[in-house]
């Protein structure tokens, strides 16, 4: 290999590296931009990474698979009784879900508050100095194009509410998917 041939394919090998890194990294960086936006009670720019009709289509699937789900028969499929009150728990909680994931309800999850800002809701047991609940955060790629950041408030004994981003394009995310506990 020539002396001028080196500093070339280490300086491309060394772009091909910073290239997959950024490449790895874009979905962390729309998380933080996404708890940047709720910390700052910007709906429009939280909005921007929301795919809102896949995000409400999976928590509507999600609700009325748990619901169709305790009952199942001895082939494990749901009892008829079950099934007949997940479509009419669904008929019900489409709209409601439709009217309740709004930038703002999202923006609340993701600060670890109670999406409905009810009176006399309950705190949550560990707060920062600013009185804002204090978060475990998890994130990780479950595949390729999902990616999975996960959240609960510390101390509160629930499991975590997981938000699903999928990939739009090479380096795009939206958040497509929420898993309740």
């Known amino acids: ?14 772009l091909v590296l910073m290239a997959g890194l950024a490449l790895y990294a874009t979905p962390y960086l729309t998380v933080h931009q996404m708890r940047e936006a709720a ?11 929301v795919d809102f009709p896949a995000l409400r289509q999976s928590l509507k699937l999600s609700v009325q698979d748990r619901l169709a789900g ?15 009150g997940a479509a009419v728990a669904a008929a019900l909680l489409g709209p409601m879900v439709d009217v309740l994931i709004t ?4 923006g609340r999850i993701l600060q670890g508050e109670s999406p409905l800002s009810l009176p006399g809701g ?8 600013d009185g804002r609940p204090r ?26 509410i997981a938000l699903v981003l999928h990939r739009q394009g090479l380096i795009g995310w939206r958040l497509a998917e929420m898993r309740l506990p």
């Open 1 to 14: 290999m020539s002396k001028t041939r080196r500093p070339l394919k280490t300086a491309l090998l060394a």
């Open 39 to 49: 910390r700052e009670r910007d709906a429009q720019a939280l909005a921007a990474h």
């Open 70 to 84: 305790r009952e199942r028969n001895e082939r494990g499929d749901p009892t008829p009784a079950a099934a007949m």
């Open 103 to 106: 930038p703002e309800t999202l």
């Open 122 to 129: 309950r705190e949550p047991p560990a707060t920062r100095e």
């Open 135 to 160: 978060l475990h955060t998890e994130m990780g790629y479950e595949s390729l194009g999902r990616f999975v950041f996960s959240l609960r408030r510390e101390g509160d004994g629930e499991e975590p």
